[in-house]
Each structure stands twice: as C-alpha cells, then as structure tokens.
T-cell receptor, first 113, second 112 residues
Framework: EAGVAQSPRYKIIEKRQSVAFWCNPI?????LYWYQQILGQGPKLLIQ????????DSQLPKDRFSAERLKGVDSTLKIQPAKLEDSAVYLC???????????FGEGSRLTVL | GENVEQHPSTLSVQEGDSAVIKCTYS??????FPWYKQELGKRPQLIID?????GEKKDQRIAVTLNKTAKHFSLHITETQPEDSAVYFC???????????FGKGTSLLVTP
C-alpha cells in the first residue's frame, strides 16, 4: 500500500512569512496527526484528527498555526506568521481509527531565517 | 498530560554487545507503549510495542519489558549490529483514540 505522502520536503522562509504543508494519509486511515520534531528532540503532537473532526489540538499554537482536514482525507498545516523557533521537521502520521501503529510520512523540513 | 522521560540520551556500544534504553511515564492510565526507530533523515518506524496486559514481549533480537507499578518500560537489543545505529524513541498513550506522547530519544551508536 502507498505510504503517507507529504509535501514540500524542504522549505526555507523568512520570519513573519507564511508556509503551508500538505499531507495525504494511507488510504482508509481515519486518524491523522501532525507532529513537530525539533532537532534532537522527540516528536511533539500538534493536532490529531479523527476523520474531519479535531480530537486534540491542545498543543497547537493557535495564534499562528492552523490545520484542516476538510473531507476527512488529506490535510494542510499552515503557519502564519512564522517565527525562528518554528524551524523543525513537521511529520504527518496516520493510523486506523487511532489504534496501534502510527505510519509516518518523510516529513517537511522547515527553516525559518 | 502524559510526560515520557527517556534515558540515556546517547548510548555507544560495541558490535555484539547489548543495549538497554529506559523510559518512565507519568499517566497511570497509559496502556500502550511502542518503540520507534529513526535513522538519519528518515521517518520514524515502529519496531516493537507492548500493551499493559503483557509484561514482556520479544521479537528476535529486540525485547521490551513493562513494569506498570513503577511506570517504566525498557527496550533491550541483544547482539547489536552497526545497522542498529539510529535514534530510538519510546512513547506512551492511553486507550485507542489517544495520540502518542514521545520521549526525547536515545541516539544509539554501534561500533564495529
């Protein structure tokens, strides 16, 4: 089966600019996650979707980050305006209805200058 | 929320030796404990997991043990090989539907 697809793989922007990342989960996976992985640290959950509804966004900096999963399939994560500390890899993952193994995409590496 | 602590942050072993990575968690309601391996520049991939109704699970050279009373679990890799070199993350979550909370990772280096 096809894996989790993410784009772009790399993005370099100036602070205060905006950026958007896209994720297409494994077909049939109802649960989609966005994690932020800062260099040298473990993935930190930003938001979890079950179909097109938000399950957990308690750690999403809502003043600058937004995410949507309109049709319960692919998802977009947006940052506006970006800060230096947003430099990280943004990992999308999916699972079958939130049970068991998470399947990660290759990640989108963001550098904010 | 759940807090997962992982030790050590770096570990260097000689090929053929064993490696042990330990994690503790804070939420006694957590009952699912996976371990992920992340090679440089690659995505994290599940290598083994354990649920709270089991104390130990083994898969070839990899084993995980769980002590629910003490709220800690460990990854054991025997007969290490250079290809085991990677960053290993432990994680914990409650019942299905809850996201994983990850530790900060252990960078394992296996030298020939």
């Amino acid at each position: 089966e096809a894996g989790v697809a993410q784009s772009p793989r790399y993005k370099i922007i100036e602070k205060r600019q905006s950026v958007a990342f896209w994720c297409n989960p494994i077909s049939g996976h109802a649960t989609l996650y966005w994690y932020q992985q800062i260099l040298g640290q473990g993935p930190k959950l930003l938001i979890q979707f079950q179909n097109n509804g938000v399950v957990d966004d308690s750690q999403l900096p809502k003043d600058r980050f937004s995410a949507e999963r309109l049709k319960g399939v692919d998802s977009t994560l947006k940052i506006q305006p970006a800060k230096l500390e947003d430099s990280a890899v943004y990992l999308c993952a999916s699972s079958r209805s939130g049970v068991g193994e998470l399947f990660f995409g290759e990640g989108s590496r963001l550098t904010v200058l | 929320g759940e807090n997962v602590e992982q030790h050590p942050s770096t570990l260097s072993v000689q090929e053929g030796d064993s490696a042990v990575i330990k994690c503790t968690y804070s939420d006694s309601a957590s009952n699912y404990f996976p371990w992920y391996k992340q090679e440089l520049g690659k995505r994290p991939q599940l290598i083994i997991d354990i649920r709270s109704n089991v104390g130990e699970k083994k898969d070839q050279r990899i084993a995980v043990t769980l002590n629910k009373t003490a709220k800690h679990f460990s990854l054991h890799i025997t007969e290490t090989q250079p290809e085991d070199s990677a960053v290993y993350f432990c994680a914990a979550s409650k019942d299905s539907g809850y996201a994983l909370n990850f530790g900060k990772g252990t960078s394992l280096l296996v030298t020939p």
